[in-house]
């Protein structure tokens, strides 16, 4: 219990720069990790067997958010619960988390898994695929979704850990399973030929999510020194907090899936099919740059959520300010060189120079927003926090659905290239999204305000 103490300590009352590194670091690093699954994939398949493999691993990826949505819902809400929980010192509620969230897990894990076996190469075609990337696409996605129990649990428990605080543990056991998968994709891919070689990438991901449950288990059931894995059971007075605030965050993922398949298909409609491999390139590398500001957020939230648990106002205000400004610098990095050789960053994936050439300024304009993500993601991450989910989903589902699918389906007939609206449309929904998100957060801040001046009152008056 006295580490559990420490980091609420620190949370609380530890230097807020300092504390944002303790955080942030492993939470980077873990989510980092996380996302080498799919970008690897997407390597050695490119590289080891073909373009058309490759953009059968990207044209499935949008699904696998199937499983991300499930875990975020789970997770994110259990974390939100939890952080809030600590800053209270609500002992019961802590000690009913896992045994909920382990519960709600085997129930959505095994219906996507039946769900997804079955319908495979229809959600699959919902994305545009065809022929042989319809073929390898199914082959990769089913394999995926065998998987989802492992991953699901993984990810889920991982977001508790960080909500308690215990980040470099988190990263630890996600670092095993991606360093894991790294070594095996080569070694399968090779061993199962260039013929199955999509199959063996597959297995590689399993196998390393596999390993990441066990681990993640055998914390929650030995090591955790406060959060551990009692009854498992649904806990009725848990779901209704841990569904309203992680909602939001499955949207992110869901509707992601959504958006994607929409993406994909519309490419497919305007433009060659090279264009397919274009997005699903320029997706990778979106994918894997917001990594980093996930980590970032993962960081934030359980120094948000407990000092907003505990009243503590000031330290919410403060924590915001640092964490912005470190996600924006962390950003950068992405960004710069991005803009700077955008067909560098496409031949990672993508060996047809002509493709490339195509590419790279369509890559330059997905990516024109991404200097401002950090704050986004940042405000979206504050509303799940503290306890506002609506202010959350609202922003997810304007960014995934509500405002980018009518205008990928409008712009493209503004451009010479219509394909080129694709890309735009996703550069003028975040720009709306960001100035929403901004407004929300500044409303929130002011509420707290007011909040402190009634409490100072009152205690003056008494």
Do not use: C
């Amino acid at each position: 219990m006295s580490k559990q103490v420490g980091v609420k300590d620190s949370l609380l009352h530890g230097d807020v720069f300092k504390t944002m590194l303790s955080l942030s670091v492993p939470a980077i690093l873990g989510m980092v990790v996380i996302g080498l699954y799919n970008f690897m994939d997407a390597v050695f398949v490119g590289r080891m067997v073909g373009p058309e493999a490759m953009t059968a691993v990207k044209v499935s990826y949008p699904f696998t958010l199937l499983n991300t949505g499930v875990a975020t819902l789970i997770g994110t809400g259990s974390a939100s619960v939890l952080s809030r929980a600590i800053g209270k010192n609500d002992k019961n509620t802590v000690d009913r988390i896992m045994g909920n969230l382990v519960a709600l897990i085997l129930i959505f894990s095994l219906i996507i898994t039946a769900v997804g076996m079955i319908f495979t190469p229809n959600l699959l075609k919902l994305a545009g695929a065809k022929g042989d990337i319809l073929s390898e696409a199914t082959r990769y996605l089913k394999v995926i979704f065998v998987g989802s129990l492992f991953v699901n649990f993984a990810q889920s428990a991982n977001m508790v850990m960080r909500g308690e605080g215990k980040l470099k543990i988190a990263m630890s056991i996600m670092a095993a399973g991606a360093i894991l998968n790294i070594v095996l994709d080569p070694i399968l891919i090779h061993l199962m030929g260039k013929e199955n070689g999509i199959l063996g990438a597959a297995y590689a991901t399993v196998a390393s999510q596999i390993t990441q449950a066990v681990f993640t288990l055998w914390y929650f059931l030995k090591k955790s020194d406060a959060i551990r894995i009692n009854r498992v059971k649904v806990e009725g007075s848990l779901v209704g907090q841990v569904i309203g605030v992680g909602v939001s965050a499955m949207l992110m993922q869901v509707m992601t899936m959504v958006q994607q398949t929409i993406m994909y298909n519309t490419v497919e409609r305007w433009g060659s099919g090279s264009w397919q491999t274009i997005l699903g390139a320029a997706l990778s590398l979106q994918a894997f740059a917001f990594i980093p500001l996930w980590g970032i957020s993962q960081g934030y939230q359980p120094a948000i959520g407990t000092n907003y648990g505990a009243k503590n106002y000031d330290r919410v205000r403060a924590f915001t300010r640092t964490f912005m400004l470190a996600a924006t610098t962390l950003a950068l990095l992405f960004y710069v060189p991005i803009m700077l050789a955008p067909k560098t960053m496409l031949s990672m994936f993508i060996t047809d120079e002509r493709i490339v050439a195509e590419g790279a300024p369509m890559l330059r304009v997905l990516f024109s927003m991404y200097i401002a993500y950090g704050v986004l993601i940042l405000a979206i991450t504050f509303f799940q926090a503290v306890g506002k989910g609506g202010a959350a989903a609202l922003m997810a589902l304007l960014r995934q659905a509500a405002l980018f699918l009518p205008l990928v389906i409008v712009l493209p007939g503004f451009f010479a290239h219509h394909v080129e609206g694709v890309f735009y449309a996703q550069m003028i929904t975040d720009l709306v999204v960001l100035a929403i998100g901004v407004s929300l957060m500044a409303a929130s801040f002011r509420s707290m305000k007011a909040e402190e001046k009634e409490v100072k009152s009152n205690s003056m008056a008494a």
